[in-house]
T-cell receptor, first 112, second 114 residues
Framework: GQNIDQPTEMTATEGAIVQINCTYQ??????LFWYQQHAGEAPTFLSYNVLDGLEEKGRFSSFLSRSKGYSYLLLKELQMKDSASYLC?????????????FGRGTSLIVHP | EAGVTQFPSHSVIEKGQTVTLRCDPISGHDNLYWYRRVMGKEIKFLLH????????ESGMPNNRFLAERTGGTYSTLKVQPAELEDSGVYFC????????????FGPGTRLTVT
């Protein structure tokens, strides 16, 4: 199975940049996901990385290093609406399964 | 296009009772997944349907949980009899094919067993 670690909580100021880290251990890596979840709502897909490097999508970027078992989600120009839980999930292809395993999530609080 | 919907949004039942949760996936999505998040813990996989067939049910906690997807459209997850530890948020997700990297999640059903 996988072991996924991410910080429990982070705080940041509106307009700033924040980096949320995720480390994982898996034997058959087949992709890493980041989801955003506002309280009481569905997790929404943010990004998917399967190759090393940085994927940029607007204010959000996601980085992956497979050799280090490490990813981060970078949020720029923070807005109050970015306050949410950010979930890191890793997919393992062992056994042909495409089911992601989730971390516990990082609760991001953006304050004025 | 309608997203994944789940019913009810909240359910409070007593230990020993039965509850049935429903999930309507995005139209045309053959793959349907059930997950559960117990308070303070991570989202955990329960099972995966491809159309009406159970592809992977390795995450189902015990035989008190029964999932069905008759006709390959909506799915139900029945808990009978419910126990206190079954409390949590049950999420449903769907995707067009199993290797698709994007699963679309529903808003979840918050189940409280008292």
């Amino acid at each position: 199975g996988q072991n996924i670690d991410q910080p429990t909580e982070m705080t940041a100021t509106e307009g700033a940049i924040v980096q949320i880290n995720c480390t994982y251990q898996t034997s058959g890596f087949n992709g890493l996901f980041w989801y955003q979840q506002h309280a009481g709502e569905a997790p929404t897909f943010l990004s998917y990385n399967v190759l090393d490097g940085l994927e940029e999508k607007g204010r959000f970027s996601s980085f992956l290093s497979r050799s280090k078992g490490y990813s981060y989600l970078l949020l720029k120009e923070l807005q109050m609406k970015d306050s949410a839980s950010y979930l890191c999930a890793v997919r393992d292809q062992t056994g042909g399964s495409y089911i992601p395993t989730f971390g516990r999530g990082t609760s991001l609080i953006v304050h004025p | 296009e309608a997203g994944v919907t789940q019913f009810p949004s909240h359910s409070v039942i007593e230990k020993g009772q039965t509850v049935t949760l429903r999930c309507d996936p995005i139209s045309g999505h053959d793959n349907l997944y059930w997950y559960r998040r117990v308070m303070g813990k991570e989202i955990k996989f329960l099972l995966h349907f491809v159309k009406e067939s159970k592809q992977d049910e390795s995450g189902m906690p015990n035989n008190r949980f029964l999932a069905e997807r008759t006709g390959g459209t909506y799915s139900t997850l029945k808990v009978q009899p419910a126990e206190l530890e079954d409390s949590g948020v049950y999420f449903c997700a769907s995707s067009q094919d199993p290797s698709s990297y994007e699963q679309y999640f529903g808003p979840g059903t918050r189940l409280t067993v008292t």
